[in-house]
C-alpha cells in the first residue's frame, strides 16, 4: 500500500477513467487510486472495477446515486482515514488536472497540512475556457478572499493534497456544502483550525472528453455559503494561533 491515495470522483468519466488509471499508476512516486462512482449511467463504476480486479493500487466506492462532488469526496476522506494513508489528494477524473504535478504536491506537503493547486498564483494559467467563466472564477476568487480573510489565490480549486493531520483536525460530518463551495468550506475549516497551507502553481485544461456537471445552483450555493462560514466562525478573518 503507498502513503498516497488519489480520490476521483465519477459520474460518466467512461472515455476518461482508463487512461486516468494508467497515468496515475505509472507517475515517479507510486500512489493508489480510489475512484468514488454514483452509479454512473454510461458504465464507469462497472469499468473501475474491472480497473481494480487487474491493478491492487486501484480501488473503487460505490455509491447509489449521483450526490455531487462534496459527498463524493466525504465519503473518499472517510475510506482513506480507515486506512494508513498520509497523504490524500483531491483531483478530478477528466484530465483537467494534469497527474504528473502531484509529485509537486507531495513535496510542498513534507511542510505543509494542506496544498492547494493554484490557477491563479503568479499569472493566470486555463486552456479552454470561455472568457465568462474565467470572469467568474477569478472574481469568486476575490470575493472569498474578501469576506473571509483566506490568503489564496484560487479558494474555488479542486486539485488538493490532505496530509492526514488536516482530515483530522476538522468535524468532515459537519461539512455541509457540496459544489465549488465545498472546495472553500474544506480550506476555510482546516486554514481557521492553524494548520499550515501552502499553494502550487497548476495548469487547468477544460475537458476534452465527456459531459460537464457545473450548474447555476453550485455558483449560488458558493455564493451564499461564504458568508455564513464567516459569520459560523464569529466574524475572524484569521485563524486561531495553535499552542
Ligand atoms: N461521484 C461523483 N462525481 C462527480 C459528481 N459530479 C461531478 N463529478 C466528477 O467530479 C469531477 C469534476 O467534475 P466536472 O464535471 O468536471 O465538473 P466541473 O469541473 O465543475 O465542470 P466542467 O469542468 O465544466 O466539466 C469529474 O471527475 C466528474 O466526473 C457527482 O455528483 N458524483
Ligand atoms: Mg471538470
Known amino acids: 500500500m503507498s502513503k498516497t491515495l488519489v480520490i476521483v470522483p465519477t459520474f460518466n468519466e467512461r472515455e476518461n477513467l482508463p487512461a486516468m488509471a494508467r497515468r496515475l499508476l505509472n507517475l515517479p512516486v507510486p500512489v493508489d487510486l480510489l475512484v468514488v462512482d454514483d452509479n454512473s449511467p454510461d458504465g464507469t463504476g462497472r469499468l473501475a472495477d474491472d480497473l481494480a480486479a487487474q491493478h491492487p493500487a486501484i480501488h473503487v466506492l460505490h455509491r447509489q446515486e449521483k450526490n455531487g462532488l462534496g459527498r463524493a469526496y466525504l465519503a473518499g476522506f472517510a475510506w482513506a482515514l480507515e486506512r494508513d494513508y498520509e497523504f490524500i489528494m483531491e483531483m478530478d477524473g477528466d484530465f483537467s488536472h494534469n497527474p504528473d504535478d502531484i509529485p509537486r504536491f507531495l513535496e510542498a506537503a513534507q511542510t505543509a ?8 498564483c503568479g499569472g493566470i494559467r486555463v486552456i479552454n475556457w470561455p472568457l465568462k467563466r474565467l470572469l467568474l472564477s477569478t472574481s469568486a476568487a476575490q470575493y472569498v478572499r ?13 486539485f488538493k493534497c490532505f496530509r492526514r493531520r488536516a482530515l483530522q483536525s476538522i468535524r468532515l460530518d459537519a461539512i455541509q456544502s457540496n459544489g465549488y463551495s465545498f472546495q472553500i468550506e474544506m480550506t476555510h475549516r482546516i486554514w481557521m483550525s492553524g494548520m499550515r497551507v501552502a499553494e502550487v502553481p497548476i495548469v487547468f485544461t477544460e475537458r476534452f472528453q465527456g459531459c460537464s456537471k457545473m450548474s447555476g445552483n453550485i455558483v449560488w450555493e458558493a455564493l451564499i455559503m461564504v458568508w455564513s462560514l464567516w459569520i459560523k466562525c464569529a466574524f475572524r478573518r484569521s485563524p486561531r494561533k495553535l499552542p
Request: cysteine-free; overall charge negative.
Open 113 to 120: 497540512d494542506l496544498v492547494l493547486g493554484s490557477r491563479y
Open 146 to 158: 474578501l469576506i473571509t480573510g483566506m490568503p489564496f489565490t484560487d479558494p474555488t480549486g479542486g
